[in-house]
């Protein structure tokens, strides 16, 4: 297989793509041939980097919680990849319940209602692929993070369980479960809590943070070909950082 035009022929589609990771992924789909719709719930992000990657390229504003506007974007998709999510840096003490409905609104809510809206049109054609972004977070207890720990934890659950319910129907669906990235998001986190991304750095076994490129390789490889015999799994890449 030539990994260069693995989604040759393939219309994906990647929510969150207008910065970090979303963007990542939406730009390595699109390198190896695929036609890629980038939406975000702003539109000029996502237009502009769709104006530059050209043909088999278009944007469209979405807001992953509005299930009429998922509902009509996600239709005839080969490979859905949930990226758009929020975060939260405060224990649960400290966590107003309006910050943990906006969480678990956009990471679980969001996820589920792309994952419920593209599964009939794989299902009809027999085949198809959703990568979820997941999170470390969902695997280990991290302080102050309760909400978003939570809502990694939901979207882990679920990519499983819809796994095992569309096995059958030629479906896969898996998530990937960053560490952390140098990403605008991260970078937005760390000035919340006040910390330096050196101090962030430093408490990394390799010393470094990812890449959002690297996440992009986990999820294109997941959701290509390459990947036929891999469903239900939450895909490790965090240098690391649980295996200490």
Request: with cysteine; net charge negative; glycine share 10%.
């Amino acid at each position: 297989m030539d990994r260069r035009r693995r989604f040759s022929g393939k219309r994906a589609l990647v929510t969150g793509a207008g910065s970090g990771i979303g963007e990542a992924v939406a730009r390595r789909l699109h390198e190896e041939g695929a036609e890629v719709v980038l939406t975000g719930v702003s539109l000029e992000p996502v237009d502009a980097i769709a104006a530059e990657l050209g043909e088999r390229a278009s944007a469209v504003r979405l807001d992953v919680r509005d299930e009429d506007g998922v509902r009509e974007v996600v239709r005839d998709i080969d490979v859905l990849a949930n990226v758009a999510g929020v975060g939260s840096t405060t224990a649960a003490p400290d966590t107003p319940l309006e910050v943990w409905d906006e969480v678990l609104d956009v990471n679980a809510r969001g996820t589920f209602l792309c994952c419920k809206h593209a599964v009939p049109g794989m299902v009809e054609r027999g085949a198809g692929s959703i990568v979820n972004m997941a999170s470390v977070a969902g695997l280990v207890g991290l302080r102050n993070r309760v909400a978003y720990s939570a809502s990694k934890g939901a979207v882990i659950a679920m990519t499983r369980a819809l796994a095992v319910d569309h096995v059958a129907d030629g479906v896969r669906v898996n998530a990937v479960c960053p560490g952390t990235v140098d990403s605008p998001w991260v970078r937005r986190l760390v000035e919340e809590i006040g910390e330096s991304l050196d101090a962030l750095r430093a408490r990394q076994l390799m010393g470094r943070l990812g890449t959002t490129e690297e996440i992009a390789a986990a999820v294109a490889y997941l959701a290509s070909d390459e990947a036929a015999f891999v469903t239900g799994t939450a895909l490790v890449v965090d240098g690391g950082l649980t295996a200490a």
